[in-house]
């Protein structure tokens, strides 16, 4: 007999979602100046959830007016001031956390069980952590008065929204800086709720300014002359734009962008940790994580074993309604990115690579994709080569650590990698070899606000979190 | 006493550990303050700043795998090497830069004191800006600095010896490998610069020297897909802001020119921080529960 999971959906009226939405401007929400909206849908239903004011250039214009003027009393209040601000921020994130663990998965289509026990925990111990750091800044390393820049242009991902959010406002707020944020065209719902929690925290207007829209409101921003500073999370592509942008410019910025992690698992590792740890590096948020393990490099004696354990266990994720506390994996994003991934695992197969997913019916409506693997994947293929941000790992073999260490690095990118292997040695020279940013061993994607997290080559530069992550808003 | 003919110097580049003439067998005169000629210098091509890249790329790993004990006692090597060249290097830097006796001293003085700085750098780098983060679960997780790569160097036009040790040293203190444009107008501090280099037990390179036109050669350098930084502090705006646009390309590294009133001013950790990276490497620590330990 077998035992099924009755369903278990987290409540939805925790949350309020209004009818339509405004930018959030120097304290105030108000319509787009050339009066265009644009809607968010819910990826797992399709349902459109709300209207947005859509930013243009105006908007941006008025936006970094706003946070200039906010900047000079903002930048001199003393630091143990700006602190407490950014304390009731962590703490009423905490009060609302299910709320917006909900309006979160609504939003985006990751699972409840992710928004819940990752994304929001995390989204206010950042908080937390920066706010301790406002009145200590004279002790951080940076010299005996470091100074904030002034503006911080702040452009956000999809793929954790509030907690993107956090990693750019906590640090910058912390360090004296005023912000205008641009929220992702697909997700920009929690950080409009977020502009509501800056208002119960008593915010002086114009600290943080939220301008949803599209590309072009981003390119705006960063190309602002009033901006001093530009951090930017998403694709390589985009970076390098913003980098040729910024050039010649006093703009200080930095880039977090893609990556196309190697997960290292020698003949020696905890094969079913292992597993858990595979599973985490490409199926979390459905693998729409710049550091995802989305190369699994396996050393050739184990790769039977290790792929059985593998399907077996990919066997057992529940695909389906995100906001069930029971479901592993949510809904993609948007369909043009379900398009991308789509497009990029038919390569994959026309290539020559072979695919296996596991039994899993997908939704009728919303945007789905099965959990997927590939074997007899070469380093030649566009599968091990360019990032998919998806469900979808690609299998390559290796014989030797140098084998495996030549493999991992051989990519333009350099953001994360994970080894596998109860040999301590082993992990340290490996992990001293690898040309990555955050090198996960015995473990995958774990994250946490004292932890520097950026890349290395084209993922980007400038570090996220930790002291490190003071750097980038200071005038040093 | 008999006038003596002396015997004059043919520059050459340093690249790779040996001395070529650019293939593009190029050179340019190079003239004292007053005009009067010096010698003529290797004006470099884009195929000679390729291979330097090549031969910095060749010797990355075992520059940045070398202890930092050992990196140190390379560099003070170069110090002490340097000393004894004192008297040469103020001559030269007095040609360069129009200064008197006393004042070029000064400047050579300061350039052998600052490798002795960056010699003692070495070691210590890595614990002020590294360390363990105390993550909020049970995982050992520590941050430790590495070298960015190649690093390609536009060295300080005004200042041509003080000012080029000054942005070169920081650079390969932590592991990195530099290929450098020397100052156009007076670039024979640098290339005699090479010679010490060649003789302080620093790998052949290590640090690439190349003279010429900065418009022409940093131009490959700032696009070259094998080059991880670029340092424009001799660049003026104009071609800082196009090599800076070339250097997207792959996301190098970019330090901008900074204003420098005084070389001899005691510098901030500012120029070897911008040439690394930050990794973290995380491992769980196993913990003691309440039905035992799980490691």
């Known amino acids: 007999m077998t035992f099924e999971y009755a369903p278990a959906p987290e409540s939805r009226s925790v949350v309020d979602i209004a009818p339509s939405y405004g930018l959030f401007i120097d304290g105030e929400f108000a319509e787009a100046a050339d009066g265009k909206v644009f809607k968010t849908v819910s990826p797992s239903t399709e349902e459109v959830l709300s209207e947005v004011a859509q930013a243009g250039e105006a908007d941006v214009d008025r936006a970094v007016r706003a946070a200039r003027k906010a900047f000079g009393t903002w930048s001199a209040l003393p630091g143990s001031e700006r602190a407490k601000y950014l304390f009731r921020i962590a703490r009423i994130i905490q009060e609302r956390s299910r709320e917006l663990a909900v309006l979160e998965t609504l939003d985006n289509g990751k699972p409840i069980k992710e928004t819940r026990d990752a994304d929001l925990p995390l989204v206010a111990a950042h908080f937390f952590y920066y706010a301790g750091w406002a009145d200590k800044l004279e002790h951080a390393g940076f010299g005996p008065a470091p100074r ?85 999370t998403g694709s390589t592509a985009v970076g390098k734009e913003i980098a040729r942008t910024v050039a010649g410019t006093r703009k200080k910025l930095t880039l977090e962008l893609g990556g196309k992690g190697a997960n290292i698992v020698f003949d020696d590792a ?138 991992a690095n051989n990519t333009p990118y350099g953001l994360s990698a994970g080894i596998w292997t109860e040999k301590g040695s082993r992990i340290l020279a490996v992990a001293n070899k690898l040309r990555a940013g955050v090198i996960w061993s015995n473990t995958f994607n774990k994250f946490d606000p004292t932890s520097p997290f950026g890349g290395y080559k084209e993922s980007g530069f400038g570090r996220e979190g930790g002291r490190h992550g003071l750097e980038a808003y200071l005038d040093v | 006493m008999s006038d003596r003919l002396s015997v004059f110097k043919t520059y050459k580049l340093y690249v790779g550990g040996k001395f070529p003439r650019s293939e593009s067998g190029r050179v340019y005169e190079v003239t004292d303050a007053n005009g009067d000629w010096l010698a003529n210098a290797p004006l470099s091509s884009r195929k000679d700043a390729r291979d330097a890249v090549v031969a910095a790329r060749k010797a990355f790993g075992a520059w940045s795998g070398a202890t930092a004990y050992n990196r140190g006692q390379i560099l003070y090597r170069i110090a002490e090497m340097l000393e004894g060249r004192r008297e040469q290097f103020v001559r030269e830097v007095a040609d360069a830069e129009g200064l008197s006796e006393a004042q070029a001293a000064a400047q050579v003085d300061a350039a052998i004191d600052r490798w002795v700085w960056y010699a003692g750098w070495t070691d210590k780098i890595a614990q002020v800006v590294g360390g363990g983060n105390p993550v909020a679960g049970p995982f050992f997780n520590l941050s430790s600095p590495e070298p960015t790569g190649v690093v390609a160097v536009v060295a300080p036009q005004e200042s041509s010896f003080l000012g080029l040790v000054s942005v070169i040293a920081p650079v390969i203190a932590t592991g990195n490998t530099a290929v450098f444009v020397a100052a156009e107008r007076s670039p024979l501090p640098a290339l005699s610069l090479g010679e010490v280099l060649a003789t302080s037990d620093l790998p052949g390179g290590v640090v690439n ?56 001013a005691t510098p901030g950790i500012d120029r070897m921080t911008a040439f690394l990276e930050t990794k973290t490497v995380w491992h769980p620590t196993g913990s003691l529960g309440a039905s035992g330990s799980s490691y």
């Open chain 1, 148 to 232: 904030p820049l002034g503006v911080a242009g702040q452009v956000i991902p999809w793929n954790f929204p509030l907690l993107m959010l956090a990693w750019k406002i906590a640090p910058a707020l912390a360090t004296g800086n005023t912000v205008v944020l641009k929220p992702a065209e697909t997700t920009p719902l929690s950080a409009l709720f977020f502009a509501d929690i800056c208002r119960q925290a008593g915010l002086p207007k114009g600290v943080v300014n939220i301008v949803p829209g599209y590309g072009d409101a981003g390119a705006a921003l960063v190309a602002h002359p009033d901006v001093n500073k530009v951090a930017f």
């Open chain 2, 209 to 264: 020297v190349l003279s010429g036109r900065p418009a022409e050669i940093a131009a490959p350098l700032a696009a070259h897909q094998d080059v991880n930084a670029i340092d424009l502090a001799g660049a003026d705006d104009v071609l800082a802001k196009e090599l800076e646009i070339a250097a997207a390309d792959n996301l190098k590294r970019v330090l901008r020119p900074q204003p420098v009133d005084d070389w001899t």
């Open chain 1, 270 to 407: 905890p094969i079913d940790q292992a597993v858990e740890g595979i599973v985490s590096g490409i199926f979390f948020n459905q693998g729409q994580v710049c550091c995802a393990g989305s190369r699994l490099l396996v050393q050739e004696s184990i790769h039977d074993e290790l792929l059985d354990s593998l399907k077996r266990r990919l066997a057992t994720l529940r695909l389906g309604d995100p906001l069930d506390k029971n479901t592993d994996i949510g809904a993609i994003n948007s369909a043009e990115q379900l398009a991308r991934i789509t497009a990029l695992a038919e390569q994959g197969e026309a290539e020559g690579a072979e695919r296996w997913s596991p039994a899993c019916e997908l939704p009728s409506a919303g945007y789905w994709f099965a959990p997927t693997l590939f074997t007899n994947v070469t380093q030649a293929h566009t599968i091990a080569r360019d990032e998919i941000f998806g469900p979808v790992l690609s299998v390559l073999t290796f014989r030797t650590p140098d084998e495996a260490v030549a493999k």
